[in-house]
């Protein structure tokens, strides 16, 4: 057998190949010719770049931004939160692409992937991010270049409104922002959510929680002159008691000029269950619906069910065993028999092995797409979602 040179393998090959690779991969792979380090910095290969720090060994990534800083488009940044030496690499990272001179940033996710330490308040964090949606370094001749995602769901660090500010002040092109991380308490007041719905007039999806939407913010979101928004996510929690509801007229007058609008609503644990109904409104265009209060829900399935029914896609229901031990399984084969759009049913709750067969017999759908999570046996937990829950 004849041996094969792989130094002669074509650039535009080896950066594919290395596409495919993570970072400290693709690192090790550039060592091992100099056309294969060559291809390593090349631009297209740095438009989409995930950087992971998880543990000590990770630090060695930093030495690649001051090359190729400039070239990354797309950012995802995932972090052990529990190492010092982990946050502050990613801190570290997020200045340094904040004062890459004409840097071309569009796309930005943070996630962390390990526990916070004790007394974490990740101070850190959100001032570097100020830093990153700031203004920004460029050269005479250059125009900043706005971003136009911005990911803080993985972020499990309570962050102020002024951080959204300072985004919308300097990124009026944003398109996507996601706010709904996972933390005790939100605290981004009405106010800066309005503020950055009227700069970011091109905003097309926007999810946050219900503390931070209220009526002025759907009402600014109706404005003429601005792109049709086409997803909105509420998630409701247990400040929705502190909330003014949004009246029907409002969110009638936001679908009436926002035809094509898909709402994704939900509720955790922390919510009282009064409140799930009261802001359940049948004039709201809801797509998605994640019921996770782990309370007795059948009169809610059944409600949605009569308010949904033309619009509703997917559907997920978390809930105890209960006494009303037929009241939930008729009210989802009332959803499977009436929902006719519904692609995607999650129930964390044990059902009649009829009632199963019955859903996937009317929903063929699910079954065939595994878009499902029935059970008529209880597994142990935590049970494994079917296809799409995320």
């Not at 290395?18 to 792979?29: A, E, I, P, V």
């Not at 799930?276 to 209060?293: C, N």
């Amino acid at each position: 057998m004849d041996m094969v040179d792989w130094t002669l393998l074509p650039d535009h090959v080896v950066v594919n190949i290395f596409s495919y690779l993570t970072l400290s991969d693709r690192y090790s792979g550039s060592q091992t010719c100099k056309s294969w380090q060559y291809s390593f910095y090349s631009p297209h290969l740095w438009k989409e770049v995930t950087f992971r720090f998880a543990n000590n060994e990770d630090e060695e990534q930093l030495k690649f931004l001051d090359k190729c800083g400039r070239f990354i488009q797309s950012l995802q940044l995932q972090v052990n939160q529990e190492l010092e030496i982990c946050r502050t690499c990613s801190c570290n990272l997020i200045s340094h692409m904040a004062n890459v001179q004409d840097r071309c940033l569009q796309k930005f996710h943070i996630k962390f992937i390990g526990q916070n330490p004790l007394m974490f308040s990740g101070d850190e964090f959100v001032v570097r991010l100020m830093l990153l949606f700031g203004p920004q370094n460029v050269s005479n001749a250059t125009i900043g270049q706005s971003l136009r995602k911005v990911d803080l769901q993985g972020l499990l660090v309570s962050f102020p409104g002024k951080l959204l500010e300072v985004l919308s002040a300097n990124n009026q092109e944003l398109e996507i922002l996601n706010i709904q991380n996972n933390v005790l308490i939100c605290k981004v007041p009405p106010s800066s959510l309005l503020k950055l719905v009227r700069q970011c007039r091109n905003l097309n999806e926007l999810y946050a929680f219900s503390l931070s939407c209220t009526e002025d913010v759907l009402l600014a979101l109706a404005e003429n002159n601005r792109k049709p928004l086409q997803i909105l996510s509420i998630f409701c929690r247990r400040e929705e008691k502190y909330r003014k509801d949004i009246p029907s007229t409002v969110w009638k007058k936001l679908v009436e000029k926002l035809p094509k609008l898909r709402v994704i609503l939900g509720f955790d644990h922390t919510i009282e269950l009064l409140k799930v109904g009261e802001v359940m409104k049948a004039e709201i265009p809801v797509r998605e619906l994640r019921l996770e209060t782990l309370t007795d829900l059948w009169n809610e399935v059944r409600l949605a069910c009569h308010y949904y029914k033309n619009t509703l896609e997917k559907l997920i229901v978390k809930s105890p065993p209960s006494g009303n031990l037929q009241e939930l399984d008729d009210a989802l084969l009332q959803v499977a028999q009436q929902c006719q759009k519904l692609k995607s049913l999650h129930v964390f709750y044990v059902l009649k092995k009829e009632t199963v067969e019955k859903i996937l017999e009317l929903c063929p759908y699910l079954k065939e797409n595994e878009t499902y999570t029935l059970k008529f046996v209880a597994d142990p937990h935590p049970w494994k979602p079917g296809k799409d829950f995320w």
